[in-house]
């Protein structure tokens, strides 16, 4: 298992460009098994969960290739098999995705039920009791999701909880339901809206991304395309916060403006300043320490639950004392263990943290334990005074596209240990 080696206090100055967006990414390679004929996909990130997406569809019969750059060409023309195995779906959960398109497209399929997770225990139930009410006929049995059904019939489905994968599985199946569906209570967030314009670039008919309501007229088939996948928000949001925590100046290129509102707000109340222009943004916090926040996580377009451990980092060093409150996910604390072995003093109880923000935080050995609590623990390790070892970075590598590059690029001093 490869570690991250950090040797913190650096003021960060310089440029990156962000990667393809890891959420709108898995869905829309899922959403492939929809179409006909093979479809471009452009600005996928490398990344292991991307390359568990490639493996999961090519044990289908999904021929995937590499196109020119960071393309792939993907074509379900040739679907041999609906089965998504237990060894791949525990790796990565996000493997259910592919359960709506494969009963839309092929009337069966054989999903392995996700287990347990590190942030939670993550049911699919809605899923699930979604793509029944479109008439699919679903067992679970022996840990697998199998399910049957004719054409799928349109239905008014009020998710009872705002999920996002559950959203994009209920609006791929829609796609090809006879008649017309409506999603309320949707989940919002912009991968949602990336996920729906590549399905109508492939011939679908969905109405109201980016609102609560979505409305899918189905239609008997979907046609392959080419499209770009959208910049990564928490990305952006991540290296934001490596520049504030160390004070210094940075560039982001390729982002999304509109997509980030609610972190970028709380990055200006910490007092960073703040400047967009033709898909760039510049963060300057030279010479300052950040003032506590508080931050309450929740869908979008509220305060992102994948940014929360990254902003306790900036928290544990600031001015003040912060209350956070996690409303998404029941265990997503873990890294506060690991921060305080840094020197952090944070206290938990429930699903609030009250973060004392120190002067300073000091090099350990941490372990990471899912993908955006280790970035928080990266980003802590910058500011921390000597040296941090970062242990189990395989969840670092799931979504965060050469991290030590482009830390290397705004000037940390970072290297990756090889295991
Ligand atoms: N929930 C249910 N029943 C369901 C589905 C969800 O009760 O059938 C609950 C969950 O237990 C949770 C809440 O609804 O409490 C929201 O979960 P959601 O379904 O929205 O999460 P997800 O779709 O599994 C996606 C992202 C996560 C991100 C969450 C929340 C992908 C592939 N994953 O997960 O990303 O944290 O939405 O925004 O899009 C990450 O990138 O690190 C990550 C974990």
């Known amino acids: 298992m490869d570690k991250l080696v950090i040797v913190g206090g650096k003021a960060l100055e310089g440029e990156t460009r962000i990667s393809g967006a890891k959420n709108a990414t898995l869905p829309i390679l899922a959403a492939c098994l929809l179409a006909e004929g093979p479809s471009l996909v452009r600005n996928v990130p490398h990344l292991h969960d991307v390359t ?14 590499l196109a020119d750059g960071m393309g792939l060409e993907v074509d379900a023309g040739a679907v041999d098999n ?29 999903v392995s039920l996700p ?18 009410a479109m008439g699919a006929d679903i067992r679970v049995e022996n840990g697998y999701i199998r399910a049957s059904a004719g054409r799928l019939k349109g239905a008014r ?6 999920t996002v994968t559950g959203t994009e599985n209920l609006m791929m199946a829609a796609t090809l339901a006879e008649g017309t569906t409506v999603i309320e209570n949707a989940a919002r967030e912009p991968e949602v809206v990336d996920l729906a314009c590549f399905l109508n ?16 007229e189905g239609v008997k088939r979907l046609h392959g395309t080419e499209y770009e996948v959208m910049p990564d928000r928490i990305e952006t949001g ?20 509109g997509t980030l509102d609610a972190v970028l707000a709380k990055l200006q109340e910490a007092g960073a300043q703040i400047r967009c222009a033709d898909n760039m943004i510049t963060l300057d916090m030279r010479g300052r320490r950040p003032r506590a926040v508080d931050v309450r996580t929740a869908p979008y377009p509220a305060f992102p639950t994948d940014m929360q451990a990254q902003f306790m980092a900036l928290n544990a060093i600031a001015e003040g004392t912060a209350t ?16 305080e072995r840094m020197g952090a003093d944070i206290r938990v109880q429930g699903n609030v943290a009250v ?6 935080l000091t090099g350990a050995p941490v372990m990471a334990t899912d993908l955006r609590a280790s970035a928080g623990l990266v980003l802590g390790a910058l500011v921390a005074e000597g040296e941090t070892e970062v242990d189990r970075i395989y969840h670092i590598d799931r979504g965060y596209e050469c991290i030590e590059e482009k830390l290397g690029q705004l000037g940390a001093c970072i290297r990756r240990i090889p295991q």
């Open 52 to 65: 568990t997406s490639i493996e999961l569809l090519s044990g289908m019969g999904v021929r995937v290739t």
């Open 201 to 216: 670039r492939m011939g679908a008919r969905v109405q109201g991304a980016g609102t609560d309501t979505l409305v899918i």
């Open 82 to 110: 609906v089965h998504a195995p237990y060894d791949l779906v525990k790796t990565m959960r996000a493997s259910i995705l592919v359960l709506g398109p494969l009963v839309a497209r092929f009337g069966r399929a054989d």
């Open 238 to 257: 991540t290296y934001l916060i490596a520049g504030a925590i160390t004070g210094g100046l940075i560039t982001l290129k390729n982002i999304r403006q």
């Open 115 to 132: 287990g347990g997770c590190a942030i939670g225990s993550r049911p699919v139930n809605l899923h699930i009791d979604g793509l029944a």
């Open 157 to 162: 489905i009020v998710l009872e909880t705002v």
């Open 324 to 339: 956070m409150v996690e409303t998404v996910f029941e265990n997503r604390y873990m890294h506060v263990q690991e921060m």
């Open 355 to 360: 973060v004392h923000g120190v002067e300073r």
